[in-house]
């Protein structure tokens, strides 16, 4: 099937320079979907909103090409993927703005979900089917371009290996939203429309604790890979990340010696991985002689954090744990930057990856710090070839690989070494043969230990321009 291409075409009353130059800054916005971008260079983020149903959808996508004055070529990310042609052209003392977007092929069934409409399988073809259930809109929807790119690519890689025990591996995939309610509604759609073996998922905590009593009833393999709060795998449901304790046992102590600050103030959304970040938090900074002087919580896809920077300036904190996801911290961030506070204030990001990095902004995050088992710019020849295979596959203007979206990459590798080993994709044989398997990745070797657990590495790291600044590798996390 080709791709699906919509034109539209509008003039704006202002001279091809002036109407290039408006681009990204709100002017004249209606006629690019509310474009907003910091830098129209290529590689950088641009945020826009469609109109949906009547509601906003944000979407994302990334300068590829400009033709200064004349043209505009965008890869659309979210929520699906494609092409945005922006051309400019006299018209009079007018322009004639000619937009082209394409949708890919593998992007037509979710946009015709989001029109109201699905594509089902065929249960008989035999093909391992793995559902991705990630978050391509809402707070935690920065995340979700590169989290499938990387599924993708360990797909596609398996694939030329002959598959699994002979079988090739289809990626279906799903987007939550960053809603509990729609993650248990497309991982209803992934298992009885689409049939899907296994689930490997990148969403928030919420959504887990919505979905886990229907994977547990119905037996999927349930493989959930990014930073959460911990607890043990139950069943066939394995959680894989970093979690609080382990990060904040090295970053806190390490910002109270580097910027000399004891007191801490917490910001986090209202739900159950950033509480227990929270909680970790007040244990860790008392532990190592520091004061907590505040603590707030506040909705997912929250936009105004003026009454937060408010308090922690009254508060006289010197430093911050951020567990807000996603946007959320993006723009908690750009606006303790614009206030000022960045000057006496350093932020801890729980989850600051790349993806949230490029949302903040070079400035506005410079100084930032995390604790993650990955980083883009971790200088190991096995990195540097998988960001070789990466580019090659999706392009320079790609978005970042980070901690959150490589955990899906080994995911699936280790889901597939477990099913070769077990000589089945049964779930209860794959299950059994999980203990012991290892994948030597980006990062190194990753392995299943006894209980379930990932063993992986821990990297301190700054936030620079242009990405991360390794300061140390903090030893193994996951050991039993």
């Known amino acids: 099937m080709a791709d699906v291409l919509f034109t539209a075409e509008v003039t704006v009353p202002a001279s091809r320079e002036a109407a290039y130059a408006s681009f990204g800054g709100g002017r004249w916005a209606d006629w690019t979907f509310d474009a907003r971008t910091d830098d129209l260079r290529p590689g950088q983020v641009v945020r826009v909103a469609f109109p949906i149903g009547g509601v906003p959808l944000a979407g994302v996508a990334r300068v590829h090409r400009i033709l200064p004055a004349q043209r505009i070529v965008l890869r659309h990310e979210s929520p ?84 699994v025990n ?78 609080p304790e382990e990060q904040l046992r090295q970053a806190v102590p390490a910002m109270m010696r580097e910027h000399g600050g004891k007191g801490w103030y917490v910001i986090g959304n209202d739900y159950v991985w950033p509480r227990a970040v929270g909680a970790c938090a007040r244990q860790t900074v008392e532990a190592e002689g520091g004061r907590l002087l505040g603590e707030r919580y506040v909705p997912l896809s929250t936009t105004d954090f003026d009454e937060v920077l408010e308090a922690i300036e009254a508060s006289d904190a010197e430093l911050v744990v ?35 990095r490029d949302h903040i902004g070079d400035e506005a995050a410079t100084g930032m710090w995390s604790v993650l088992g990955y980083f883009m710019d971790l200088p190991t020849p096995e990195n540097r070839d998988f960001i070789g295979r990466y580019r090659a596959a999706y392009g320079p203007s790609a978005p970042p690989v980070s901690s959150v979206t490589e955990s899906v990459y080994e995911g699936i590798h280790l889901y597939a070494r477990a099913a070769m080993a077990a000589g089945m994709i049964e779930p209860a044989s794959l299950v059994g043969a999980l203990p012991g398997t290892s994948f030597t ?29 390794i300061l140390a590798e903090q030893g193994l996390a996951g050991i039993d």
């Open 322 to 356: 951020n567990s807000l996801v996603g946007g959320d911290a993006a723009a908690f961030e750009r606006q303790l930057h614009a206030a000022g506070l960045r000057r006496r204030v350093r932020s801890f990001g729980a989850l600051l990856d790349e993806a949230t």
């Open 441 to 469: 990745g980006p990062r190194g070797e990753v392995s299943v230990t006894p209980s379930g657990r990932l063993r992986q590495p821990l990297y301190l790291a700054e936030a620079v321009t242009g990405g991360f600044r």
């Open 166 to 243: 002979g079988m090739p591996l289809r990626l279906i995939t799903a987007d939550d939203a960053t809603s509990p309610a729609t993650g248990l509604a497309e991982l209803k759609r992934l298992h009885l429309r689409h049939h899907v073996d296994m689930v490997i998922a990148v969403h928030t905590s919420a959504t887990l604790d919505a979905v886990r009593p229907y994977a547990r009833r119905v037996g999927l393999p349930y493989f959930y890979t990014p930073v959460n709060e911990g607890g043990k795998p139950a069943g066939r449901l394995f959680r894989w990340g970093e979690v």
């Open 80 to 163: 699906w993927r494609g092409r945005v042609i922006i051309d400019f052209e006299p018209d009079g003392p007018n322009t004639r703005v000619r937009l082209v977007t394409s949708v890919e092929d593998g992007s037509i069934a979710p946009l015709a979900r989001l029109l109201g409409s699905d594509l089902a399988d065929d249960p008989d073809e035999p093909v391992v089917r793995i559902g991705l259930l990630t978050s391509y809109s809402g707070s935690a929807g920065v995340f979700g371009p590169a989290v499938e790119n990387c599924a993708r690519l360990a797909v596609d890689e398996i694939n030329a290996e002959n598959g």
